[in-house]
């Protein structure tokens, strides 16, 4: 059964009874390139466990499950289950989880149903939810090598730009400290049921093993991005000003030590400098405390 198929997905849905939520961001995708395009920039093989993030209709399930030693699919909207329990019935290696991946404990799934096998996580992520997906896996230093997955065109945009840029933001350094960030292709609204009113992009994040910079204290970095990038029409000097309870003439102190120009802006900074940055925030907090 050619899942990816238009006619054979809607007799699929039809049969029981399923319609696409909107409030959900349900898009099905139907096209047999891009699919293996997610499975092969995965790199997914019989010893590996595939954990996928809302599986929909099981179309890219299936091609996983046929690569893959054991895939996990956490599906959030219940009423996919039935059509996911007919699409998937041929495997034996595929389990289906009926949850909210925001909710759900990844690093326990890897415990319980991985054995010991390289983790790779997939999917076609909801747009309204991508930003929070990437961050969880991020935070929560989830056990797995990379994440494949396939996003709107406008979010892999700003994860993949460059300081200086419209696009470059909070996302993109907190993502890159991370990741290590690949664009394996972009995906024309085309190739969905229903068709999205955006585009797509598919990202390879792979998980880096040592970040590309050695904060002094990680919740400082963090905090210096955030509050940065809180107000971007703002200088430097006025966004971070009052974090940590420091001052104009503290923050000055910091911004000047680390070279860089008050007056400047956080999207002309790189990951380095920022982190060069939250150091000498880091410095100034511990010397007025």
Do not use: W
């Not at 009113?197 to 970095?221: C, G, Q």
């Amino acid at each position: 059964m050619k899942l990816y198929s238009p006619a054979v997905l809607t007799a699929l849905m039809k049969k029981h009874n399923f319609r696409a939520s909107k409030s959900l961001g349900q898009n099905f995708l139907i096209d047999k390139n891009i699919i293996d395009k997610i499975t092969e920039a995965a790199k997914i093989g019989s010893g590996d466990m595939v954990i996928e993030i809302g599986p929909g209709a099981g179309v890219l399930t299936a091609a996983a499950a046929d690569l893959a030693g054991t895939v996990i699919a956490v599906e959030k909207d219940a009423a996919l289950l039935p059509v996911l329990s007919e699409a998937l019935s041929r495997y034996n290696n595929v389990e289906i989880i009926n949850g909210d991946i925001l909710k759900t404990d990844i690093n326990d799934l890897i415990s319980r149903y991985g054995d010991g096998r390289e983790v790779k996580i997939i999917g076609n992520l909801p747009y309204y939810i991508t930003t929070p997906i990437i961050m969880k896996i991020a935070e929560e230093k989830t056990k797995a090598k990379s994440l494949t997955v396939m996003m709107q065109k406008e979010v892999a945009d700003r994860i993949e730009a460059e300081p200086g840029t419209k696009a470059y933001g909070a996302l993109t350094v907190a993502v890159n400290y991370y990741f290590a960030v690949s664009r394996i292709s972009d995906v024309p609204k085309s190739v969905f049921v229903p068709k999205p009113k955006v585009d797509s992009t598919i990202l390879l994040f792979t998980v880096r093993e040592k970040p590309p910079v050695s904060p002094a204290d990680e919740k400082v970095f963090f905090a210096c991005i955030k509050a940065g990038f809180g107000q971007r029409r703002k200088t430097l000097l006025n966004s971070l000003t009052g974090l940590y309870g420091l001052g104009r003439q503290e923050i000055t102190n910091a911004l000047n030590a680390a070279s860089v120009d008050p007056k400047g802006r956080a999207e002309t900074l790189s990951i380095f400098e920022f982190s060069t940055l939250a150091n000498c925030i880091y410095e100034e907090r511990n010397e007025n405390n």
